[in-house]
């Protein structure tokens, strides 16, 4: 099989091939293409990835080209994996910084920071989506593009059920809940509803049973992980759920905002000049074997290590935990998908996907994050309880605002951009969402088709 990453030279693309380089099974992934406009990104991307073969010590490693040109790295693919940052790190820096001059959130996919990257980002994605309909009409694509509901939301316009947005945020939090309740995680049901980046665990069933109950109710079990810690104990026993992390942005937003306010550097303007020496020394010229990979090692553990450092600070929990460190693993999501779709192999996964009436809150066409039943046909939404109410009003709020951004970026209306920015309940003002989208349109070159 052939296999194309869109943003070639994005810096998590080691984390698909190492997966792919330890997955054996007949039907594997043969050739990867990676596309990038930066082609010194590509450069010290392709470094990475040769020094991960010479050490897997492979002899059937998938061979890998690097490309600038879309229709080239296009045809033929089985699977194209989109991982694009319209703006880059630079942007995303950016996003923060004017959001928190007018007291706002700019998390990059919440609140404003979400809402800004997704009006640049929307053009390009229905354009990739139409490049791939027409010179690969037979790939299936796999979204990782952030904000991933919107974006996968705009790109399912052209490629309907044949793309399918994931994120390893739900399936992080439902391992780490099931190995506290003493579960081997693939043997557990997780029962998991929302958005992108806006969803709860209602119930994790091990042998038909619910045991979450059992886990809220042992205060030492719930803060023994990062979301108890993040949360606290009180508060997830008054949900009777364990939200994603991401949730508290919402539900600590002033304390969040304030962290964030005085904090020296934002994380994207972290991780801009992180990332910048990385790619400098990974593509320098005449490095010896295995300097890349070691360089995209340390850099990767300083990244992991300070993820939501502000957030922690606000919840008081310090440094991250060795446990914490490791994610839901989007690579293993994404390889467990290829296969599943490829080779037939029915797999259960939480996935970003339409909704086809699973949540009757919101129309058939609205993108939710749910599990998902997956075969050689794609990925079904596994019907679900209704959400509470509490629930109800943050999911379709959040989801009316992703509607106008993918309004405002089809119209080029900056009444509809305004829109998006004033209803998300993070903004809650127009005067604000006015300034916002003056500032943004200022910085982002992407945003000048707003008029």
């Known amino acids: 099989m052939r296999l194309t990453i869109l943003g070639g030279g994005g810096f998590r693309v080691p984390l698909v091939y190492g997966a792919l380089l330890g997955d054996h099974a007949e039907g594997r992934v043969s050739h990867v293409t990676l596309y990038d406009e930066d082609s010194g990104r590509l450069t010290a991307m392709a470094r990475v990835l040769a020094d991960q073969a010479a050490a897997a010590g492979v002899p059937d490693a998938p061979r890998v080209t690097a490309t600038g040109d879309l229709d080239e790295a296009l045809r033929g693919a089985d699977f194209v994996f989109s991982a694009i940052r319209v703006g880059g790190l630079e942007g995303r820096a950016a996003d923060e910084r004017i959001a928190l001059a007018e007291g706002v959130l700019g998390q990059e996919t919440v609140g404003a920071g979400g809402i800004a990257y997704g009006l640049r980002t929307v053009p390009v994605a229905r354009e990739l989506a139409r490049r791939i309909a027409r010179t690969a009409p037979g790939a299936w694509v796999i979204n990782f593009t952030n904000p991933a509901g919107i974006v996968t939301e705009a790109m399912a316009e052209e490629l309907g059920d044949r793309v399918i947005?994931?994120?390893?945020?739900?399936?992080?939090?439902?391992?780490?809940?099931?190995?506290?309740?003493?579960?081997?995680?693939?043997e557990a049901w997780i029962d998991y509803v929302g958005l992108n980046h806006l969803g709860w665990v209602r119930g994790l069933r091990i042998g038909g049973r619910d045991e979450l109950p059992r886990l809220l109710a042992d205060t030492e079990a719930l803060e023994s992980f990062e979301e108890g810690r993040l949360f606290g104990a009180e508060w997830l026993r008054s949900l009777g759920a364990v939200p994603n992390e991401y949730l508290h942005y919402y539900y600590f937003n002033r304390d969040t905002v304030r962290a964030y306010q005085e904090v020296k550097q934002t994380r994207g303007a972290f991780l801009r000049d992180q990332q910048r020496g990385f790619y400098a020394e990974a593509g320098r010229p005449g490095a010896p074997a295995g300097a890349a990979l070691a360089a995209w090692d340390r850099t990767r553990a300083e990244r992991e290590a300070t993820y939501m450092a502000e957030n922690r600070e606000?919840?008081?929990?310090?440094?991250?935990?060795?446990?914490?460190l490791e994610s839901g693993g989007y690579e293993r999501v994404a390889l467990a998908l290829m296969r599943a779709v490829a080779r037939d192999e029915r797999a259960t996964l939480i996935l970003n996907v339409r909704n086809r009436g699973t949540l009757s809150v919101l129309d058939d066409r609205a993108v939710i994050e749910v599990p998902c039943l997956v075969d050689a046909n794609g990925a079904h939404p596994v019907a679900v309880d209704p959400l509470p109410l509490h629930a109800v009003g943050l999911v379709t709020s959040v989801k009316a605002v992703e509607r106008e951004v993918l309004a405002a970026a089809a119209s080029g209306s900056r009444a509809d951009a305004v829109k998006a920015f004033a209803l998300h309940p993070l903004v809650d003002s127009v005067t604000v969402a006015r300034r916002l989208l003056d500032g943004y349109a200022a910085e982002h070159p992407g945003l000048a088709y707003l008029r």
């Open 165 to 186: 947005g994931i994120c390893d945020s739900p399936v992080g939090l439902g391992r780490r809940i099931a190995r506290l309740l003493g579960a081997r995680p693939e």
């Open 314 to 324: 606000v919840a008081g929990v310090g440094e991250r935990e060795e446990s914490d």
